[in-house]
């Protein structure tokens, strides 16, 4: 399956990216397919590419001790995960599996990174919507802890 | 006495059935001994015959006045007393009180609808609402969190909703248990996968506190402006008059100048997530 202007045009995560930057994330990305209950990646694993769910269900969690995973919540159609592979030491925080057959967008970390340098615009973008990313992370992780302390 | 009534006399009405929703909510099905109307997001006080009452919002639809349906969260003395209540048992009705939806001005608009935990009794009465006027609304999209499976609320009306055009219905519980098979989060994490026109939108927001206060959030962050979004605030609403002060929020009754506010009126009240 080849990625289409289409498809990034659906995601969120891309909004006001112009059809040039656009034609660019696909020249760096490729679609990866992925059956239930296979692991995309491990938490502490070296990523090196960044992803984008097209299609289907993830689940998203950490490990406290081998063999004991904690499932923190669902990964959700157009929702960018492994953003560990842009930053340094590009080790993952959490692991990824999938619970639903899934196909996902991998964006090669390091050519992103390269254009997030050389493109001012499209960088502050990325990096924009990274970080917002993030932050909805953590504030949905605050939701859920005083969820927890109320109880 | 108003009009020659006694504002404070409750109306009779017959405990029909009792469904249990969650292991701490049921719900009532009533039939009063009187016609009586209300209008989606108004309140009702609900007692029981020496024992007290306690402010509710109807969870049946709008539409019907011959049938009426409270769901009830076992929180308190009166509520478990409520609990305890049988099919053929009477209790009284005092009310409608305070402001509700106002459904009209969500004509011609997309509504997105955020709900937690026992928040879904005053959605369900407005989804009933919304679905009568869905020719007048472009879409309704509901989504729901609670901590749970076993504490998710009206089971069926998830399917039923996603049946409907132009409705979609959404789910999230805190916690999964075996073969819940929806998504996992705090409620916030289902706006990732709606897709809004923010300029043609309301949103409506009602549960608990601390839900309401990151959905509110949230919705902000989305591109909601202050006046696109409806907040539900169930407080201590007692008189149901605005005489007695004890729902007082900043300058608000909220029994009579709510309990549905925008958040531009409310936003410079102090502590109103409390």
Redesign the interface.
């Known amino acids: 399956m080849k990625l289409t202007l289409n498809d990034l045009k659906e995601i969120r995560f891309f909004d006001d990216y112009s059809e040039k930057q656009l034609k660019t994330i696909i020249s760096m990305s490729s679609i990866k397919e992925f059956k239930v209950k296979e692991i995309l990646f491990e938490q502490y694993d070296e990523l090196s590419e960044m992803y984008i769910l097209l299609h289907g269900s993830l689940s998203l969690g950490i490990s406290l001790a081998q063999e004991k995973r904690i499932h923190l919540g669902t990964i959700e159609e157009g929702q960018m995960f492994s953003w560990s592979a842009v930053f340094e030491p590009f080790i993952s925080t959490a692991w990824v599996m999938a619970i639903t057959p899934a196909k996902v967008i991998a964006i090669d970390a390091k050519k992103l990174n390269k254009e997030i340098e050389r493109d001012c615009d499209f960088g502050l973008k990325t990096m924009s919507r990274i970080a917002q990313t993030i932050s909805h992370r953590l504030s949905d992780t605050r939701f859920q802890l005083m969820n927890q302390m109320m109880l | 006495m108003l009009n020659g009534k006694n504002i404070y006399k409750p109306i009779k009405a017959r405990l029909t059935e009792v469904i249990d929703e969650s292991p701490l909510i049921k719900t009532f099905v009533l039939i009063p001994e009187e016609e009586f109307r209300f209008g989606t997001g108004q309140f009702i006080e609900l007692s029981v015959d020496g024992i007290g009452e306690a402010p509710f919002t109807p969870s049946s639809s709008p539409q019907v006045s011959d049938k009426l349906e409270v769901t009830v969260m076992k929180t308190g003395y009166v509520t478990e007393i409520m609990h305890n209540l049988k099919p053929g048992a009477f209790m009284g009705i005092r009310g409608p009180y305070g402001r509700g939806y106002p459904v009209e001005k969500f004509f011609g608009k997309e509504v997105l609808i955020l709900g937690g935990g026992c928040g879904l009794a005053p959605i369900r009465s407005l989804l009933y609402a919304l679905e009568y006027v869905k020719d007048n609304l472009e879409k309704v999209i509901l989504c729901y969190g609670s901590?749970t499976p076993s504490d998710c609320i009206y089971k069926p009306l998830f399917s039923r909703l996603n049946s409907i055009d132009k409705f979609e219905a959404y789910r999230?519980v805190?916690k999964?248990e075996e073969g819940w098979?929806e998504?996992?989060?705090?409620v916030?994490?289902?706006l990732?996968?709606v897709?809004m026109n923010l300029k043609n939108s309301v949103a409506v927001v009602c549960g608990?506190p601390?839900?309401m206060k990151?959905g509110t959030?949230?919705l902000i962050?989305m591109g909601y402006k202050d006046e696109q979004i409806y907040l539900s605030m169930e407080k201590n609403m007692s008189c149901g008059l605005g005489k007695c002060g004890h729902c007082m929020m900043g300058e608000f009754f909220v029994c009579k100048d709510g309990p549905v506010f925008t958040y531009a009126e409310l936003k410079n009240t102090p502590d109103i997530w409390k």
């Open positions: 901590k999230t805190d999964a098979d998504s996992v989060g705090v916030t994490t289902l990732n996968k897709r608990p601390i839900m990151f959030i949230r962050e």
